[in-house]
């Protein structure tokens, strides 16, 4: 089943260095779906955050949320470069709208612990 949905424009606040512009689809005053651009240093944008209730998934809300902020870029940041880090349901879309793919990137982790030998122990008599 479809949803009818609609889409709230949320500017930044103006008060950090952080310049963030969101876009949120809500179902009777519940955010189902959000996705954000971040302006950046160089004439840069990022575009980033796409998110979708999974429940609300496939019914066009990402394309939605997509086209109104590439409208609003287009209005306001052009000739900037435009960039983003792609999931792989994300990246279908971007690539259809005219991204080019750079390489692939893997996520890695560990937690921080305390080892620290960073010389050789030996023991000293005089
Ligand atoms: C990615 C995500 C935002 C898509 O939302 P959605 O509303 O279901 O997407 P839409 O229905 O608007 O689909 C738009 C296009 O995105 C692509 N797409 C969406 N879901 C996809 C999937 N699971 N696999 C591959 N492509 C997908 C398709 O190109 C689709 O176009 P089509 O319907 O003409 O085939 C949603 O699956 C999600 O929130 N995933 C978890 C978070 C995530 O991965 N975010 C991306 C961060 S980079």
Redesign the pocket.
């Known amino acids: 089943m479809s949803h009818k949905y609609d889409i709230l424009y949320v500017p930044p606040t103006g008060t950090t260095a952080c310049c963030q512009h969101t876009w949120v689809a809500h179902v009777d005053g519940a955010c189902v779906?959000h996705i954000k651009m971040q302006i950046e240093a160089n004439e840069t944008v990022k575009f980033l955050?796409?998110?979708?209730h999974k429940n609300?998934?496939?019914?066009?809300?990402?394309?939605?949320l997509w086209d109104a902020r590439w409208k609003y870029t287009q209005k306001k940041y052009l000739g900037y470069k435009v960039y983003?880090?792609?999931?792989?349901?994300?990246l279908?879309?971007l690539v259809?709208k005219g991204f080019e793919e750079g390489d692939a990137c893997t996520y890695v982790e560990r937690i921080v612990t305390g080892d620290f030998t960073a010389y050789e122990q030996c023991f000293v008599s005089c």
Request: charged share 20%; hydrophobic share 45%.
């Open positions: 779906g955050d796409a998110w979708v609300f998934r496939r019914q066009g809300i990402f394309r939605s983003a880090w792609c999931m792989p349901a994300s279908p879309l259809e």
